[in-house]
């Protein structure tokens, strides 16, 4: 069984950071496209950043230049280092394949930026 694990988050000021970890568990998911997805309160979930298994990268225009996602195979983990944070980054962040695996979303990390 699948299970996608995030930790990591908090409550932060604006300009602060913050590294979310995602551990995948019961797949080998060193072939798939990767991402970090994000819920503000009151909108819908969106894609934040992916990263393919060359580790090749992409991010929304909101985080392009602050946030950084990467992998570690060894360890089944996707990161999402996050610099510069503003309140508007504020919501749950979730990790899953892009496009998501058809399996239950982790409970996510909460992201709290106070400004």
């Known amino acids: 069984q699948v299970q996608l694990v995030e930790s990591g988050g908090g409550l932060v000021q604006a300009g602060g950071s913050l590294t979310l970890s995602c551990v995948v568990s019961g797949s080998d998911f060193r072939h798939d496209t990767m991402g970090w997805y994000r819920q503000a309160p009151g909108k819908q979930r969106e894609l934040v950043a992916t990263i393919t298994a060359g580790r090749s990268t992409t991010y929304t225009d909101s985080v392009k230049g602050r946030f950084a996602i990467s992998r570690d195979n060894a360890k089944n983990t996707v990161y999402l280092l996050m610099n510069s944070l503003k309140p508007e980054d504020t919501g749950v962040y979730y990790c899953?394949?892009?496009?998501?695996?058809?399996?239950?979303w982790g409970k996510g990390a909460l992201v709290t930026v106070s400004s």
């Open positions: 899953n394949a892009d496009p998501p695996l058809m399996i239950p």
